[in-house]
């Protein structure tokens, strides 16, 4: 079943620490997406990709990098985690290669803590 | 640069009662997609209704329907015989020609028993 997948669903990690956020999507799509959510708050968009070795900075700014190597693999990372950067990531897909306005598909996030 | 409002930032209602959860925007654009997203507590986003700006006919989806305004920019969606599973947060999202979504604040959502 084709779907986009999130590794881990929870996080917690030490201050300092490097840590990469894993995004896989099986759709063939062409864009993906990175929001960071604060619970039940509004959705911030911090990197997207419209293809392989496109990647743009959102509205957000972050501290974090993105790869787009392969199509279906959006890894985030951070070289060295905050609290500050405690929050869920949605990791995010749409489109197959030539549609336009097609709706997101998300994964089912990551929680992170960083103590 | 496009805004979406959602003006309620918390709603609750009775099971099997129909609520209405409001949505504005602002572009200068003509051409462009309306979504609402549903986040359950701790599930994934999933996307409940779309509706293309050029289509003057309003989305529906079983018990969920939109109220699409283009000249006054207003997206509302209606869900009918509401039921528990429908509490969740509801996002309003504004999608144009780039491509990206810009998503309103949300609005939290409780069915009651």
């Known amino acids: 079943e084709a779907d986009i997948y999130q590794t881990p669903r929870y996080l917690v990690i030490g201050t300092g620490k490097k840590i990469t956020l894993e995004c896989s999507q099986t759709?063939?799509?062409?864009?993906m997406y990175w929001y960071q959510q604060d619970p039940g708050m509004e959705l911030h968009l911090i990197h997207y990709?419209?293809?392989?070795?496109?990647?743009e900075k959102g509205d957000l700014s972050s501290e974090s990098t993105v790869s787009r190597i392969r199509t279906e693999h959006f890894p985030l990372t951070l070289e060295s985690a905050r609290p500050s950067h405690t929050s869920q990531y949605l990791c995010a897909s749409s489109g197959g290669p030539g549609t336009v306005y097609s709706p997101l598909h998300f994964g089912n996030g990551t929680r992170l803590t960083v103590t | 640069a496009q805004t979406v409002t959602q003006s309620q930032p918390e709603m609750s209602v009775q099971e099997a009662e129909t609520v209405t959860l409001s949505c504005t925007y602002d572009t200068s654009e003509n051409n462009y997609y309306l979504f609402w997203y549903k986040q359950p507590p701790s599930r994934q986003m999933i996307l409940v209704i779309r509706q293309e700006a050029y289509k003057q006919q309003n989305a529906t989806e079983n018990r969920f329907s939109v109220n699409f305004q283009k000249a006054a920019k207003s997206f509302s969606l209606k869900i009918s015989d509401s039921q528990l599973g429908d509490t969740a947060m509801y996002f309003c999202a504004f999608q144009d020609g780039s491509e990206k979504l810009v998503f309103g604040k949300g609005t939290k959502l409780t069915v009651n028993p």
């Open positions: 759709m063939g799509h062409d864009k």
């Open positions: 990709s419209y293809g392989v070795n496109s990647t």
